[in-house]
């Protein structure tokens, strides 16, 4: 959260791995930051790494589809995320379990 300016707040919505950097896109903007996914993802509660290049926030999952070959995580405002196929059940399970109160 010390990365981020000000301006786009900390309401992290997904996160996207791009070369040394990460994408960090937020309710409020979007800004490149030099840091690990992995890192990043290991101080960020209630959100899982559904892809190599994505960690994605719990509360703006719309929900979870596509193919058991082609699976994807739809954001609350449209985006389509991947979701890699050795990482489905574990997304699937970890996001059932949010819904149902389970994890706080």
């Given amino acids: ?26 309710v409020g903007g979007e800004t490149l930051v030099l840091y690990a996914l992995r890192d990043a993802a290991k101080e960020l509660a ?19 589809t596509g193919t058991r070959a082609s699976p994807v995580c739809v954001l609350k405002d449209g985006r389509r995320l991947p979701i890699s196929r050795r990482r489905l ?12 109160g389970r994890m706080r």
């Fill in 1 to 26: 959260y010390n990365h981020l300016p000000p301006e786009i707040g900390t309401d992290i919505v997904f996160i996207e791995a791009e070369l040394h950097y990460i994408k960090v896109v937020t």
């Fill in 46 to 64: 209630e959100g899982i790494i559904i892809h190599r290049s994505y960690w994605v926030a719990f509360k703006f999952i719309e929900k979870i």
């Fill in 89 to 100: 059940d574990e997304v699937n399970d970890f996001y059932e379990q949010y819904q149902a």
